[in-house]
């Protein structure tokens, strides 16, 4: 595909410095543009990069002044790292626009799918569902019975949508998630074996949330497992049976929060972080990674440690962790000496 200076202003919005009939077909780094590539400028540790790249196009802020001559077009923004998201956004859409049904997938009794959705190669969709406008299906999807996908979502392969989740407008869920799978509920018997609890609830996700690859959302037991607005969950994440994660959190890599725990919104969580069962973790609250939570946490709180703790009382204490065994010796020493 190839975008001209002036279309790409226009969807961005921005302003021409140069060339507007100059097109590029690719995105590229700064220091790696080519010919008929397209870049951006935001992080100013790049601005050398500015002269000497070969890119042809480069997306700056509308305050960036040039201390050399530049041979690539400009175009300005008021943000352009925000503006070549949107850029890429708008190329991602356009790359994988299609719509139709693919011979090879199986569609249930009783389905509807908008006309401008996409099915894609050995999908299989239940009974009862509902996909809605600009919908992509990858291959090798399976939505069982009695969900409901909004506009706009994209499902990509190898990941299942089990029966009555429901799944927001603008929704990413990536490669090999599993979302609605049975929450771990077991009551332990006399005879030391367990008695599986069935998981009668369902998912809900809102609009704008992005699930990265093998992740997994477990339904409740009884009402919903919820994924608020906005929120942002990287890969190999597990959100246990009734938790809610309030909007626009973000929750990194291999992390896992335990059974009916409430997170708040604003919330940012750290890679390989634990958070145990029926807790309630408070708005715009900060746990660095590998921490571990087991206890309620405050509104506006920053932690690290295990079990977590103040992130500035961690640091603190981190001196004395690392002198310990020094500290252990002067005392041993201080010990032995004898007493008056």
Known sequence: MKFTAAQIATILEGTIDG?????????????????????????????????????????????FVADEPIAPTLIRVPDAYQAFSTLLEFYDKQKAAQAGIEKTAIIGEQSSIDDTAYIGHYSVIGKNVTIGKN??????????????????????????????????????????????SDGFGFAPKEDGTYKKIPQTGRVVIEDHVDIGANSTIDRATLGETKICRGVKLDNQIQIAHNVEIGANTVIAAQSGVAGST?????????????????????????????????????????????????????????????????????????????HE
Request: aromatic letters at 8%; a neutral charge; hydrophobic letters at 35%.
């Open 19 to 63: 060339d507007a009939s100059i097109e590029v077909s690719q995105l590229s780094k700064i220091e790696e543009g080519t010919l008929g590539s397209l870049t951006f400028l935001a992080n100013p540790k790049y601005t050398p990069h500015i002269y000497k790249t070969n890119a042809s196009l480069v997306i700056v802020n509308n305050d």
């Open 262 to 338: 409430k997170v708040g919104s604003n919330c940012v969580i750290g890679g390989q972080v634990g958070i145990i069962g029926h807790l309630k973790v408070g708005d715009n609250v900060k746990i660095q990674g590998q921490s571990g939570v087991t206890s309620n946490i405050k509104s506006n709180q920053a932690l690290y440690g295990t079990p977590a703790m103040s992130y500035k009382d961690y640091l603190k204490s981190y001196i004395f962790f690392k002198r310990f065994p020094s500290i252990v010796k002067r005392l041993e020493a201080l010990e032995k000496q004898p």
């Open 135 to 180: 919908v992509t299906i990858h291959a090798h999807v399976v939505v069982e019975d009695d969900v409901v996908i909004d506009d706009n979502s994209v499902i990509y392969q190898h990941s299942t949508i089990h029966s009555s989740t429901s799944i927001g407008k603008f929704c990413v869920v990536h490669g090999g998630c599993i979302v609605g």
